[in-house]
């Protein structure tokens, strides 16, 4: 008979990590354990001997990393007798958030910017019910406007001012020195509202004072490196952008929440943060996809464009090994993707097998 335990979300997993107590009723749909994946082909094209690792959080419950941090936020919510909860988004955050208050059985408001959200995203948070409100404007309004009204409605904002958001999240670096048995020599990511690179650095710092306290051999730290969307790249011009633009939908933020405490990542780990243009982060999601076979959405691809540029300039040196965090999935903005294989389009033919046997041999 197996004694193998039945994973059942971060939470349970990392129980003794993290602030719960026994009595704690967790909100959970499972997320997290998601796959750390050895990119096989991308290192032998671009000539380098590296190790490139991606944590895939688009496999989490809801497509998106937000999960980790929302399966905290919104147990603590009901914990503390919440009824509600709210947030600002671009998209992930207000599935997450939605679909954790459906499985706690309280309300979810999203407000979310007009126009400028990913249809995979929209569809899921109609689908969990939750209550969208759309606004004339961005993200960094609609943020401003969550925190006014949560000072005069009962609602409890699960977005990344939620200390327990970066608490849920930081379990990501857990998972990767459980895997490897050390920390990465560099750790990329895509940049927005600044709350996972906040985690990321959380989770690595405590797990290099656990791991010396149980006398564990690890590796220590990673470099932290934070890539932005030229268009919306507050940390690398270093001030907030009013008007942030980009078609990397999930990190078109310029006025990021974590702004000290991703700074404080990125100078305590010795990295740094750099932009790229749409161009370059669509080209390496469609690099990923059609030479590694993972899907990301564009604002994922931030990580890997950066990875890449930094391993050709010599700024990351052969022999590291890196981990990129993939946020979210491809299936999450499904018209980006298709623009992308403009040139791929399905052709169609007579139903004959001398038509079909044509097209397969006239494209082998």
């Not at 937000?66 to 009901?78: E, F, I, L, N, S």
Request: with cysteine; charged share 20%; net charge negative.
């Amino acid at each position: 008979m197996s004694t193998h335990k039945r994973y059942t979300g971060l939470i349970e997993f990392y129980r003794d990590r993290l602030p719960v107590s026994a009595n704690t009723r967790i909100i959970s749909l499972g997320e997290g354990n998601t796959p750390l994946i050895e990119l096989h082909n991308i290192p032998r094209i671009i000539g380098k001997d590296v190790k490139i690792y991606v944590k895939f959080e688009g496999l989490n419950p809801t497509g998106s990393f937000k999960d980790r941090g929302m399966t905290m936020a919104v147990t603590k919510a009901v914990e503390a007798g919440s009824q509600a909860i709210i947030c600002a988004s671009t998209g992930n955050t207000s599935a997450s958030a939605a679909a954790y208050a459906a499985r706690a059985g309280i309300k979810a408001f999203v407000i979310i910017p007009e126009g400028k959200i990913a249809l995979g995203k929209l569809a899921q948070t109609l689908m969990y019910n939750a209550k969208i409100i759309q606004i004339s404007g961005n993200f960094d309004q609609g943020m401003e406007l969550v925190k006014q009204v949560a000072e005069l409605a009962p609602v409890t904002i699960v977005n990344s001012i939620n200390p327990f958001r970066i608490e849920g999240q930081k379990t990501a670096a857990f998972e990767i020195v459980d895997e490897l048995g050390f920390a990465p020599d560099y750790h990329c990511l895509p940049v927005g509202n600044a709350g996972n690179i906040t985690a990321y650095w959380r989770g690595y710092s405590e797990y290099a004072r656990y791991s010396a306290s149980h006398s564990a051999v690890t590796r220590n730290v990673p470099i932290m490196c934070g890539y932005q969307a030229a268009g919306a790249a507050p940390f690398v011009v270093g001030h907030p952008v009013e008007n942030p633009e980009t078609l990397a939908t999930a990190i078109r933020i310029g006025n990021p929440q974590s702004w000290d405490l991703a700074w404080q990542a990125q100078k305590e780990s010795g990295g740094w943060f750099a932009k790229f243009t749409d161009e370059e982060i669509l080209a390496a999601q469609k690099l990923l996809s059609q030479q590694e076979g993972v899907f990301c959405e564009p604002a994922s691809a931030t990580s890997l464009a950066g990875a890449i540029h930094d391993i050709n300039a010599g700024k990351i040196p052969e022999g590291s090994t890196i981990v990129c965090t993939l946020t979210g999935n491809g299936i999450k903005d499904p018209d980006i993707a298709m623009q992308q294989c403009a040139d791929t389009q399905p052709v169609t033919i007579s139903a004959d097998l001398d038509a079909v046997k044509r097209a397969i041999l006239d494209n082998l």
